[in-house]
């Protein structure tokens, strides 16, 4: 089946520093890709849907100049949280479809976590 | 983004009972997908659903799309131990592509 890979799966980082997620789609093409974040028992949120070779779209309430996104190839996109806070630490989830599947297959997460 | 309340909040049962787990939303969706969430892991699809109406099967899990497209059930028979986890309800709006998910279900299956 598909395949999406998360990377790190975990991170610990200062106080206003700037911290990069990888989300690759390993054995299919993926045009778009979705972001979410998931706070402790709570549901995942959706933040962006990322865009191939165009600008992510975000959902409302969310920074799309804190929240980076970078989707340059039709396999990896990419989440950037700029000037992290300790409110950024998370769950950071990415999700792609492939076309031979149904649904969406999920990356493992990123565990995000700013001291 | 839109609200997909799913009930019940959690679930504590004996194994072997079995288990209904519902989501509803004020919109209506072309989509309803269920997935299982273990602790520090990303979700895994169980089902998908396409069609108002549409029951389908993987093993012991059992979920419908309501005719209505505003509701879709998830139902487990013979509950084991390895049930354990979070399901969540995902639906998908006909306007866009973008996925969105229910509060989530926290079911633990006593021995």
């Known amino acids: 089946g598909a395949v999406v890979s998360q990377h790190p799966s975990r991170v610990i980082c200062k106080s206003g520093t700037s911290v990069k997620i990888e989300c690759r789609s390993l054995?299919?093409?993926?045009?778009?890709m979705f972001w979410y974040r998931q706070f402790p028992k709570q549901s995942l949120m959706l933040m962006a849907t990322s865009n191939e070779g165009s600008k992510a779209t975000y959902e409302q309430g969310v920074e799309k100049d804190k929240f980076l996104i970078n989707h340059a190839s039709l396999t990896l996109s990419t989440l950037t949280v700029t000037s992290a806070h300790p409110e950024d630490s998370s769950f950071y989830i990415c999700?792609?479809?492939?076309?031979?599947?149904?649904?969406?297959?999920f990356g493992s997460g990123t565990r995000l976590t700013v001291v | 983004g839109q609200q997909l309340n799913q009930s019940p909040q959690s679930m504590f049962i004996q194994e072997g009972e079995d288990v209904s787990m519902n989501c509803t939303s004020s919109s209506i969706f072309n989509t309803w997908l269920w997935y299982k969430q273990d602790p520090g892991e990303g979700p895994v699809l169980l089902i998908a659903?396409?069609?108002?109406?549409e029951l389908t099967s993987n093993g012991r899990l059992t979920a419908q799309f309501g005719i209505t497209r505003k509701d879709s059930f998830l139902n487990i028979s013979a509950s084991i131990p390895s049930d354990v986890g979070i399901y969540f309800c995902?639906?998908?709006?006909?306007?866009?592509?973008?996925?969105?998910f229910g509060t989530g279900t926290s079911l633990t299956v006593i021995p």
């Open positions: 659903l396409y069609k108002a109406g």
């Open positions: 054995d299919f093409q993926a045009t778009t």
């Open positions: 999700s792609a479809r492939a076309q031979q599947d149904y649904g969406y297959t």
């Open positions: 995902a639906g998908q709006l006909s306007t866009g592509n973008q996925f969105y």
